[in-house]
């Protein structure tokens, strides 16, 4: 017998049905699905997982946080539990007979972890007649026929590596978050966490933060001429932006009656113009932020899409396409689909070979479509499937063609200047419309021409903070410090928000944010080097030139360290994260004392609004108990109360007095009934 083992059931399900031509049946072991079929007389079996059966903690013992110091965990080892009983006694009962194991997870670290780690399990009561493994990119005949026509070993060095991350993210998770929640008093469901890999990125959004609230704009001033000949057009004076009052106006009131404009010079350039590099995880989420998606929300839109089979394996940072990628059978799957005219523009306009990116790995070829939906998609679903192939396309066309045109004129002895810009060929531009450069068109123009002047305007305007980071730039920026994986990035940052450390729109940490970073803003723990070393660490471990031993051993070392240095400001920690939570909690002013009114928990957990002035001043309001509450810095015209907005998933926003006992709360309650 022959027993597959998959990541997911939709894996299972979807391969079964491949292997089988159709043919498969399922039955179920307890209540888990199993997918069964014969081939040349001989029965195959196909389970699916739900990630890891197995959970790495620490021992039960170690679960009350007070009865042990954060800082004796790093050395206390974790272990391994069953967290899916059904699945692991199901599995328990298919190996009975000693079968022939196929592990089919998901080739990269985690799913080789996941699969190492269910043999492991299995190999300790039960024999196999032989174990090996089925690599494939995508759900697509052609790939999956390949794989398990080419098995392979179990890569045991990449699943040393990812159990390395795991153990070490929980080792340092547990610690950091234990101290800091234990220190701020802040435990139960509104502890604080820490991370190795969340603390630097969180560090970089709040040194973002601090750049912007200290930015102060300086005012400068900018000349522009409006010039027409045929068409009305600008130029800008050469010097872009004046920092001088008096010498912009001197020049303004010298020339602002000038008539005409003397062309000096006229320079035009044809450009070629490359196409974006095929897509890694990174630039996926990156271009997929201009579809207004979240990280999360694309990546997980783009996995659904590789399980459907209409795309590749989503988690990768390949940017050169593999030369066993067969371009034309999926150009001719395409050109049945919504997408055949464009595919049309690609074959007649078809580059010799496809652009290539910076970086090549053998596991995963770049995200790319590998077929046409069955089902007609819809939403953004239908907006992510539409990105992938046209990224796809993209790479296989003509460079585009362009014309620059840079001119420069003469206004009383005064040089102004402008560029015009046009496609003269889009190709790639034709297909892919999410980079595109604004055409300036320009009239013919002739050096020493005169042109007319409609205008001369001065203008003042004053420098812009730096911008946010968008989750697309972030998780850039992640990449390019080695913060996290491609699979893990967009999972960072969500955790982020979901530990209410930063708002997604804008991207920004929120104040507690703030004050948990400043606590540690001089420790190894926020900055990126000591996270990315560990990070080549477990490249090493995956490359065989490292043992995963070592490498947790080494980042215990490191975390030793960082508690040192975290233990001696334990008094700081605590006042300055105290502050920012009254800070975050602040919804206005209490109109009895004229103290600050904070969002509290009760006992049993109930939120209401209290007095920081409490306990000489009791004024309490209770709080609607669904929905996430927004303070709106202004006050009930009729009993000075906070007005606040209640935010609720698929409802208006709820804008209410918090005094329940103020005739506006009553009218605005009754609204909130009727909607």
Not at 21 to 27: E, P, V, Y
Not at 207 to 215: D, G, N, P, T, V
Not at 342 to 355: A, S, T
Not at 423 to 451: C, D, G, Q, R
């Amino acid at each position: 017998m022959k027993l597959v083992i998959c990541e997911k059931n939709i894996a299972a399900r979807r391969i079964s049905a491949i292997l089988s031509n159709g043919k498969s049946k399922q039955k179920n072991v307890g209540t888990i699905p199993v997918y069964e079929f014969e081939q040349d007389g001989e029965p195959w079996k196909i389970i699916g997982l739900k990630g890891h059966i197995l959970n790495t903690d620490y021992p039960k013992a170690y679960n009350v946080w007070w009865n042990i110091a954060p800082r004796k965990l790093i050395d206390i080892k974790p272990e391994k539990k069953i967290s899916e009983r059904g699945i692991a006694k199901a599995l328990q009962s298919l190996v009975e007979k000693n079968p022939f194991v196929i592990v089919a997870t998901d080739f990269d670290r985690e799913g080789e972890l996941i699969g190492v780690e269910v043999i492991d399990y299995l190999k300790k009561k039960n024999k196999f007649s032989d174990i090996k493994r089925a690599k494939f990119s995508a759900f697509t005949k052609t790939e999956i026929f390949d794989a398990f026509n080419n098995f392979t070993e179990l890569d045991y060095d990449l699943s040393s590596a990812g159990e390395s991350r795991q153990l070490i993210d929980l080792i340092w998770g547990v610690v950091l978050t234990r101290f800091i929640s234990l220190t701020a008093n802040k435990t139960g469901k509104e502890y604080l966490s820490i991370g190795r890999v969340q603390s630097p990125t969180l560090a970089l959004l709040v040194q973002k933060e601090k750049e912007i609230l200290a930015f102060k704009s300086k005012p400068f001033w900018t000349l522009t001429a409006q010039l027409q000949k045929d068409i009305l057009f600008e130029a800008k004076h050469e010097k872009d932006k004046f920092w001088d009052k008096k010498e912009v106006t001197t020049i303004y009131e010298r020339i602002s009656n000038a008539s005409d404009a003397i062309v000096k010079d006229v320079k035009k350039a044809q450009n070629k113009e490359l196409p974006p590099p095929p897509f890694s995880t990174t630039t996926f989420l990156q271009a997929a932020s201009y579809l207004k998606l979240s990280a999360t929300q694309a990546m997980k839109l783009a996995e659904e899409l590789y399980m459907d089979g209409a795309v590749s394996y989503p988690r990768t940072d390949n940017t050169v396409y593999p030369k066993s990628l067969d371009v034309y059978e999926i150009l001719q799957k395409l050109k049945k689909s919504s997408f055949k005219d464009d595919v049309e523009i690609v074959l007649n306009h078809k580059r010799n070979y496809p652009v290539r990116g910076k970086k090549q790995t053998t596991d995963h070829p770049p995200i790319h479509p590998v077929s046409v939906p069955n089902t007609e998609l819809v939403g953004p679903k239908k907006k992510v499937y539409e990105l992938i192939v046209r990224r796809f396309l993209a790479t296989l066309t003509e460079d585009a063609i362009s014309e620059t045109i840079n001119v420069s004129f003469d206004v009383k002895e005064e040089v102004f200047k402008t560029r015009g810009y046009r496609l003269i060929e889009p190709n790639w531009k034709a297909v892919y419309p999410y980079i595109m450069s604004k055409e300036t068109l320009l009239p013919p123009l002739e050096k020493n021409e005169n042109i007319t002047i409609k205008n001369i305007k001065m203008k003042e305007d004053e420098t812009k903070p730096p911008k946010r980071y968008s989750q697309g730039s972030l998780i850039s920026k992640m990449e390019q410090l080695s913060l996290g994986t491609k699979s893990t990035r967009h999972e960072i940052i969500n955790k982020l928000f979901q530990r209410k450390y930063i708002t997604l729109s804008p991207l920004g940490p929120t104040p507690l944010a703030i004050a948990v970073i400043d606590s540690m803003n001089d420790c190894d723990v926020v900055k990126p080097k000591m996270t990315a070393e560990l990070e080549k660490d477990m490249d090493l471990i995956a490359e065989g030139k490292k043992t995963l031993e070592e490498t947790v051993k080494e980042s215990r070392t490191m975390l030793t360290k960082v508690m040192d240095e975290l233990e001696k400001d334990k008094t700081a920690i605590k006042e300055n994260i105290k502050k920012a939570d009254d800070k975050q909690n602040t919804i206005g002013i209490c109109p009895l004392c004229g103290k600050n009114l904070l969002i509290r928990k009760s006992r049993r957990g109930k939120r209401f609004v209290g007095c920081q002035g409490y306990p000489p001043c009791k004024n309490t309001y209770p709080l609607p108990q669904r929905g996430v509450i927004k303070k709106t810095d202004e006050a009930c015209t009729v009993c000075k109360a906070p007005i606040i907005d209640v935010l609720s998933k698929g409802k208006k926003p709820w804008r209410i007095c918090i005094n329940m006992d103020c005739p506006t709360s009553k009218t605005n309650e009754k609204k909130e009934k009727e909607d």
